[in-house]
């Protein structure tokens, strides 16, 4: 059973900076694509950014630049450094292991990312 636990969220001024780590529990492999996915309200769930071993890094045209995912393989840990960050950011960020044997999907609780003008 793959289990995800996030941490880091919190409450920032425009323009700060957060950290989300994301630890997975279970067997990882290095093939497996983790990443971070966000939610406002109302609206879909999108991708910010993802990263494994085959298909490196995938980033949103709305935090290119701004972001870095990077992922521990020995720690089976994935992290976000969210800096310059803007209102719009505001969300939800869920971790999330996919699995391409299997398309199976796995989603951590959410973290609440609030950033005030």
């Known amino acids: 059973q793959i289990q995800l636990v996030e941490s880091g969220g919190g409450l920032v001024q425009a323009g700060g900076s957060l950290r989300l780590s994301c630890a997975a529990s279970?067997?990882?492999?290095?093939?497996?694509?983790m990443g971070w996915y966000r939610q406002d309200p109302g609206k879909q769930r999108e991708l910010v950014a993802r990263?494994?071993?085959?298909?490196?890094?995938n980033y949103a045209d709305s935090v290119r630049g701004r972001f870095t995912i990077s992922r521990d393989y020995a720690k089976n840990t994935v992290y976000l450094q969210m800096n310059s960050l803007k209102p719009e950011d505001t969300a939800v960020y869920y971790c999330?292991?996919?699995?391409?044997?299997?398309?199976?999907?796995?989603w951590g609780q959410g973290t609440q990312v609030t950033v005030s003008s």
């Open positions: 279970g067997i990882i492999f290095t093939t497996d694509r």
């Open positions: 999330n292991l996919y699995r391409v044997r299997g398309s199976a999907n796995y």
């Open positions: 990263i494994s071993s085959g298909a490196g890094t």
